[in-house]
């Protein structure tokens, strides 16, 4: 079946720090990769995605490349702010479908000044 | 554009009583998704409609649940003799198989239920 892996949380970083968190896929054929952040007493936002392989999703200064040959769709950011403190959730969805997200267990990410 | 709303925001419940939720999409989405998140978990799919027709739904959805869009516009997802397991986060995304795209969901601020 469809799962993704996050590495686990949760992440500390000073504010401007550089951010790194990991997600793998495990899928058939070609998903489509999401990054959904879940800040505190807020619901899901979609953050970024990637339909494709070598695509890669942009917004709000995080990125994330659709890397097929290791199955991964790690998330990125040069230079992170204080702001960005929220669970980050890495999800998929089942190439030819329309339904269900498939989600990570998510990573928190706390930064401080 | 309002987003999608789901009511009521929090619910408590004692054991065995019924429960229901109410979920509102944006108005020209004609899918609708339930997920259940539990603590320091990320959401699981329970259902999924396409206008008013449930196409697939989760074996996370036992006999005690069951969800309706009757007119492929607001949904309803009903617990029936509510279990301590069932307390979680009950979230509804919606997306357009139109307008946007591909597949991305839009989702509510989740419905929290507790059960006593």
């Known amino acids: 079946g469809n799962s993704v892996t996050q590495m686990e949380g949760p992440v500390t970083l000073s504010e401007e720090a550089f951010l790194t968190i990991n997600c793998t896929y495990t899928a058939t054929g070609y998903p489509s990769l999401f990054w959904y952040v879940q800040y505190p007493g807020e619901g899901l936002q979609l953050l970024l995605k990637?339909?494709?392989?070598?695509d890669k999703g942009s917004n709000k200064g995080f990125e994330a490349t659709y890397r097929k040959e290791t199955t991964s769709f790690h998330l990125e950011k040069g230079s992170v702010q204080v702001s960005d403190s929220a669970v980050y959730f890495c999800?998929?969805?089942?190439?030819?479908?329309?339904?269900?997200?498939?989600f990570g267990t998510g990573t928190r990410l706390q930064v401080t000044l | 554009d309002t987003g999608v709303s789901q009511d009521p925001r929090h619910k408590i419940t004692k054991r065995g009583q019924n429960v229901t939720f109410r979920c509102d999409p944006i108005?020209?989405?004609?899918?609708l998704y339930w997920y259940r998140q539990t603590l320091g978990q990320g959401p699981e799919f329970l259902t999924y409609?396409?206008?008013?027709?449930?196409?697939?739904k989760s074996r996370l959805l036992s006999d005690r649940f069951s969800a309706e869009r009757p007119k492929g516009s607001f949904s309803t997802l009903e617990i029936q003799r509510t279990e301590q397991g069932d307390s979680a986060m009950y979230l509804c995304?919606?997306?357009?198989?139109?307008?946007?795209?591909?597949?991305?969901?839009?989702f509510g601020p989740g419905t929290r239920l507790t059960v006593t």
């Open positions: 999800a998929l969805i089942k190439p030819g479908t329309a339904s269900k997200l498939t």
């Open positions: 409609f396409q206008n008013e027709a449930q196409l697939e």
């Open positions: 108005s020209e989405h004609n899918r």
């Open positions: 990637a339909t494709k392989a070598d």
């Open positions: 995304a919606s997306s357009s198989s139109v307008n946007y795209g591909p597949y991305e969901q839009y």
